[in-house]
């Protein structure tokens, strides 16, 4: 029998679109905590600071509350010193005044560094996939577990520091194996985007969404005690048990059970605080399921 002839297929360049994803400029952390997450720089002006009303919170105690100032005004970006205790750095000078940043200028705030992409730049696509890549649950489009862990050592840390108040919300998608065993596995998958996409739409700026485990996500919440904590929990039990979820024109009824946990004490570990919720979110669901319990 004869060799089967193949042929290589060839693609024309002709054929793939010229059309330029337009991007805004950037810094990303290559120093720091979040070492590699991207700040987009949006027309108009983002502060960097110690305070979580910052818009780039870099927090260590070299940086003043509010540091540093960009603006970005029709992809011209400056940097202004915002009379900071420290200064701010631009590829290790102090500057004075309004500072024009060059692509690849490196801007140090405290003890973070952080490099500066010009607008429509290829390397922010590319830092903005690679971090994406490593933090984010590829199904859900949340963060990832591994981003979680990074994220509660973070908040632990400026508890000690600061004594700020701090919560987690754990919360399980009730009979998800149900849903599977009556629908399928792609309506299962379907579910997880949308509880992870409505619940994601609700929550502030600075709090953490991750998925935990397979059908579990956990809320990390700075900044908020106990009572706070459930009170949002109990908005996002709501928000989904009223929330129509459908697959391919069936409709599928979704809700969830919760468990909340404050931080006892300044120097508690994460062990015990994820514990305590754990229990909480046990208790949520051999009592009934679609409550919450803190």
Same mark, same amino acid.
Not at 167 to 182: H, P, Q, T
Not at 197 to 213: F, P
Not at 234 to 247: P, Q
């Given at each position: 029998?004869?060799?089967?002839? &193949?042929?290589?297929?060839?693609? $024309?360049?002709?054929?793939?679109?010229?059309? &330029? !994803?337009?991007?805004?400029?950037?810094?990303?952390?290559?120093?720091?905590?979040?070492l590699?997450?991207?700040?987009?720089?949006?027309e108009?002006?983002?502060? /960097?600071?110690?305070?979580?009303? $910052?818009?780039?919170q870099?927090?260590?105690?070299?940086?003043?509350?509010l540091?540093?100032r960009?603006?970005?005004?029709?992809?011209?970006?400056?940097?202004?010193?915002?009379?900071?205790t420290?200064?701010?750095?631009?590829?290790?000078? &102090?500057i004075?005044?309004?500072h024009?940043?060059?692509?690849?200028?490196l801007?140090?705030v405290?003890?973070?560094v /952080?490099?500066?992409?010009?607008?429509?730049? %290829?390397?922010?696509? #590319?830092?903005?996939?690679?971090?994406?890549?490593?933090?984010?649950?590829?199904?859900?489009?949340v963060?990832?577990?591994?981003y979680?862990d990074?994220?509660?050592?973070r908040?632990?840390?400026? !508890?000690?520091?600061?004594?700020?108040?701090?919560?987690?919300?754990?919360?399980?998608?009730?009979?998800?194996?149900?849903?599977?065993?009556?629908?399928?596995?792609?309506?299962g998958?379907?579910?997880?985007?949308?509880?992870?996409? &409505?619940?994601?739409?609700?929550?502030?700026?600075?709090?953490?969404?991750?998925? #935990?485990?397979?059908?579990?996500?956990?809320?990390?919440?700075?900044?908020?005690?106990?009572?706070g904590?459930?009170?949002?929990?109990?908005?996002?039990?709501?928000l989904?048990?009223?929330h129509?979820?459908?697959?391919?024109?069936?409709?599928?009824? !979704?809700?969830?059970?919760?468990?909340?946990?404050? %931080?006892a004490?300044?120097?508690?570990?994460?062990?015990?605080f994820?514990?305590?919720?754990?229990?909480?979110?046990?208790?949520?669901?051999?009592?009934?399921?679609?409550?919450?319990?803190?």
């Amino acid at each position: 029998m004869p060799p089967r002839k &193949t042929t290589t297929a060839v693609t $024309a360049i002709s054929k793939i679109s010229s059309k &330029t !994803v337009q991007r805004d400029a950037g810094v990303v952390v290559i120093h720091g905590d979040e070492l590699g997450r991207k700040y987009d720089l949006s027309e108009g002006t983002t502060t /960097f600071g110690r305070s979580s009303k $910052a818009d780039i919170q870099v927090d260590n105690e070299a940086v003043s509350r509010l540091h540093a100032r960009l603006d970005n005004h029709g992809g011209q970006v400056t940097l202004t010193d915002l009379g900071s205790t420290n200064g701010t750095f631009v590829n290790d000078e &102090t500057i004075a005044g309004v500072h024009k940043l060059r692509h690849g200028d490196l801007i140090k705030v405290g003890r973070s560094v /952080f490099k500066f992409l010009a607008s429509n730049n %290829l390397e922010a696509a #590319y830092h903005d996939e690679v971090y994406r890549l490593t933090t984010v649950d590829g199904l859900t489009q949340v963060f990832n577990r591994r981003y979680f862990d990074e994220a509660l050592d973070r908040e632990l840390s400026r !508890v000690r520091r600061y004594g700020r108040g701090l919560s987690l919300v754990l919360i399980d998608i009730d009979k998800f194996k149900r849903i599977n065993d009556e629908h399928g596995h792609l309506a299962g998958d379907a579910v997880l985007k949308e509880v992870a996409s &409505t619940l994601k739409a609700k929550i502030r700026r600075e709090d953490v969404l991750a998925r #935990y485990g397979g059908e579990e996500f956990a809320l990390l919440l700075p900044e908020i005690e106990l009572k706070g904590a459930l009170a949002m929990a109990e908005k996002a039990r709501k928000l989904i048990e009223h929330h129509s979820f459908a697959f391919d024109g069936v409709s599928i009824p !979704v809700t969830i059970s919760l468990g909340v946990s404050a %931080l006892a004490e300044k120097g508690e570990g994460p062990k015990p605080f994820i514990q305590r919720a754990d229990e909480r979110l046990y208790e949520a669901k051999t009592s009934g399921r679609n409550r919450v319990c803190g």
